[in-house]
């Protein structure tokens, strides 16, 4: 069956602009999370999503956010960008508890 | 931050053996292993969890100390496709999808 699929893939945005970014999970699989992954950072856990709700949430500022639809995509947003925002933004697809999360191929943000 | 401790790099030779270490001193009852690896600008990918028996599956090997506190990773026949960053991670996945706290990981280079 299809993996998780990201798009876009690849995105270029200026400082102050802001930026909505796609996940589409495995089908079958409800929950979703984000994370970023920078070179400084790592790979930080952005939030997750189950059934349209948020159930937890990393240590990121208040123009980071997301959403989930009925049909479990998702969606995260990020507003007045900011030179650090660039990293690659990594979702995960996965059953409501489950050992294993699936990722996606990210989408690679730069802001210039 | 990471529960665990990772070599920060490792050469192995094609066609060895390849096991990455990983300490996991302060894991608790309920918290299994989980092994994931990424490969140069794609998502991480996931390759064996166990709790406290040793794991084979078609990717790999989990050998897991009595006491816990450590674990090994091992690809058995390494090829040039298994270069990688290897994390190592720690997560009960009893209380719903707790989110993956990676660390830096080990950086294998397989070696012709």
């Not at chain 1, 990722?103 to 943000?109: H, I, N, Q």
């Not at chain 2, 078609?58 to 090829?79: C, F, G, N, V």
Request: hydrophobic share 30%; net charge positive; glycine share 8%.
């Amino acid at each position: 069956k299809a993996g998780v699929t990201q798009t876009p893939r690849y995105l270029i945005k200026t400082r102050g602009q802001q930026v909505t970014l796609s996940c589409s999970p495995i089908s079958g699989h409800r929950s979703v999370s984000w994370y970023q992954q920078t070179p400084g950072q790592g790979l930080q856990f952005l939030f997750e999503y189950f059934s349209e709700t948020q159930r937890n949430k990393g240590n990121f500022p208040g123009r980071f956010s997301g959403r989930q639809f009925s049909n479990s995509r998702s969606e995260m947003n990020v507003s007045t960008l900011e030179l650090g925002d660039s990293a690659l933004y990594l979702c995960t697809s996965s059953l409501v508890i489950s050992y294993e999360q699936y990722f996606g191929p990210g989408t690679r943000l730069t802001v210039t | 931050d990471a529960k665990t401790t990772q070599p920060t790099s490792m050469d192995c030779a094609e066609g060895r053996a390849a096991n990455l270490p990983c300490n996991h001193s302060t894991i608790s009852g309920n918290e299994y292993v989980y092994w994931y690896r990424q490969i140069h600008s794609q998502g991480p990918q996931y390759i064996i969890h166990g709790l406290k028996n040793n794991e084979t599956n078609e990717m790999a090997s989990l050998i897991i100390t009595e006491d816990r506190k450590s674990s090994t990773l091992i690809l058995p026949h390494a090829t040039l496709r298994d270069t990688a960053v290897y994390y190592c991670i720690v997560r009960s996945p009893n209380s719903g999808n707790t989110p993956l706290v990676f660390g830096k990981g080990t950086r294998l280079s397989v070696i012709a």
